[in-house]
């Protein structure tokens, strides 16, 4: 993300509540939060009143707004719970991104302004939430029905989810959790640990034990370790959804929470779909105007309504400058599974064509075709070596290169492995890896014996990384493979793609 993009995120901070003092203790938080609410306004800008049909709905705790698209019949809805620290009201750029989504997905939105601290406690904000959710499902006649959080929001829509299943109020069809706060309590000693890291207070945004004493004070009171209200990642998530999906930033202070979660669902077999995002702030859906959190806040969008919409641009570039190689020059590139890939995905080469010069494209054919190469040349070398594909996308390259006796590795986000998955068939000696490239422990899965060459690939992945992310990659590989024969490395400069 670009200085200029920080620079105005941090601007938009200072403007808001935030808890400027590190030292603060929990009384102390409370009246610089009570201070701040004659501030805070939740109620929709006139702008969505004058563009959207908006109704309200009263209730003992507090109100919920109904948000729908003018003059039309509404069947889907999303139910968006704000996030804010359990002490924030909802502010005018989270109001925007429920703009967003109605206006892109022709959704209905349920957004309840539900009780906080200090003057509020759980128990008063899931009995609204609950409230607000079971009034939805009767009232209205609804065919598809998500609920969204982001940050405590999320944490909140996940205890709302085991609330609904034990009460047998109907189960949403879809959870969409972003960056959540999973844990009021902080139970993990370690994960708490994670958050007092310095290197990821960015932009205000801390932890401190303040923090934790003003939750247990003012909001937890009485529901202290009951799980589904107050650390739904520990409660049983069995069956209170069709499907999950986890949005974090790898930098982020909750992102080893979104990661425990999603190896906890892993392991009970419930459908998960995972991002994770390089360089962006916590709070990237209040930042529509800088174009990286736009694109997150489009993927959202999408995977609200839709998640067969979710295939990355960039995996269908590469598939389609793969595809495009093979039909044209068969003789000096064969890729056969890349040119079914494209047809699944519906690769447009017309669109791509389009976007490309013939210098560019014939640069993007000699690369392809190098690397390839460079590959076999390693392969003919070390015939019963190791090479480990970074970033590996839909990439084929194991079905081109295989001799029958080396043995491969592709390495990438497991959102984007469960999509390989689908896409390209598994063979033996061939092992997919679905994790973030900077968690190195997936370097732990990668086996060598002793006297066994290894290759390290990384065509594309690099271009995301700053000189300072790149250098920890490569200390990382050499620290575990101190005898590492290459490591083949095609980088872009960031500016085609933005630094992260």
């Known amino acids: 993300m670009s200085t200029q993009n920080s620079l105005v ?14 030292r603060m203790k929990a009384d102390d938080i409370a009246k610089k939060v009570l201070k701040g609410r004659k501030r805070e306004c939740s109620t929709p800008p006139k702008w969505m009143q004058d563009a959207f049909h ?16 003018k003059k039309k019949e509404v069947k889907n809805f999303f139910f968006y719970i704000h996030g804010g620290g359990h002490c924030m009201e909802i502010n005018k750029n989270q109001w ?48 598809r029905l998500v609920v969204v959080g982001d940050s405590t929001g999320g944490g909140l829509a996940l205890s ?13 069809d879809k959870l969409v959790l972003l960056s959540p706060s999973l844990d009021t309590e902080f139970m993990d000693g370690n994960l708490a640990n994670h958050m007092l890291d310095r290197k990821k207070e960015v932009r205000k945004y801390y932890y401190r034990l303040g923090i934790k004493e003003f939750l247990s004070r003012y909001w937890i009171q009485d529901l202290y370790h009951q799980n ?26 909750l992102n080893s929470y979104a990661r ?50 979710l295939v990355n641009p960039e995996i269908k570039r590469a598939v389609w400058a793969r595809s495009m190689v093979a039909e044209r020059y068969p003789k000096l590139f064969q890729d056969d599974e890349s040119i079914k890939i494209a047809a699944k995905l519906n690769v447009s080469h017309k669109d791509f064509n389009a976007m490309y010069q013939e210098y560019d494209r014939l640069v993007k054919i000699g690369r392809i075709v190098e690397i390839d190469k460079r590959v076999k040349q390693f392969i003919m070398r070390y015939a019963d070596g190791v090479i480990v594909n970074v970033g590996a996308e839909l990439d084929t390259m194991f079905s081109r290169m295989d001799n029958g006796r080396i043995r491969w590795y592709n390495v990438d986000m497991p959102e984007t492995m469960e999509l390989r998955r689908k896409m390209v068939e598994s063979r033996d000696r061939e092992q997919n890896i679905g994790k973030s490239i900077l968690d190195f422990s ?31 990659f490569l200390n990382a590989i050499w620290e575990r493979f101190p005898v590492l024969r290459y490591c083949l490395m095609s980088r872009i400069p960031l500016a085609e793609n933005g630094q992260i």
């Open 54 to 69: 908006i109704t309200k709905a009263e209730s003992e705790n507090g109100l919920c707004y109904y948000v729908k698209p």
């Open 160 to 172: 709302l989810a085991v609330l609904a299943w034990k009460e047998g109020v109907r189960r949403p």
């Open 9 to 22: 995120i941090i601007k938009e901070k200072i403007a808001g509540v935030m808890l400027d003092d590190k």
């Open 228 to 253: 589904e209200y107050t650390c739904p990642i520990y409660a049983d998530l069995t069956d209170i959804c069709d499907e999950i999906a986890i949005f974090t930033v790898e930098n982020d202070l």
């Open 96 to 143: 925007e991104f429920v703009a967003t989504v109605v206006e892109e997905n022709g959704y209905g939105a349920a957004v309840p302004i539900y009780p906080l601290a200090p003057e509020h406690n759980a128990q008063d904000t899931f009995d609204m939430l609950i409230g607000t959710y079971r009034h939805l499902t009767r009232q209205e006649t609804i065919d």
């Open 260 to 309: 425990l979660l999603y190896d906890k669902l892993k392991k009970e077999q419930i459908r998960i779909h995972y991002f994770e995002y390089f360089g962006m702030p916590h709070d990237y859906i209040e930042h529509q105007h800088v174009p990286e959190c736009r694109m997150i806040i489009n993927r959202i969008s999408d995977s609200i309504k839709d998640e067969a919409k």
């Open 442 to 472: 997936w370097l732990d899965s990668v086996k060598k014996k002793p006297g066994e060459a290894i290759l390290f690939v990384c065509c594309d992945v690099t271009k995301y990384f700053t000189d300072k992310k790149l250098q920890a």
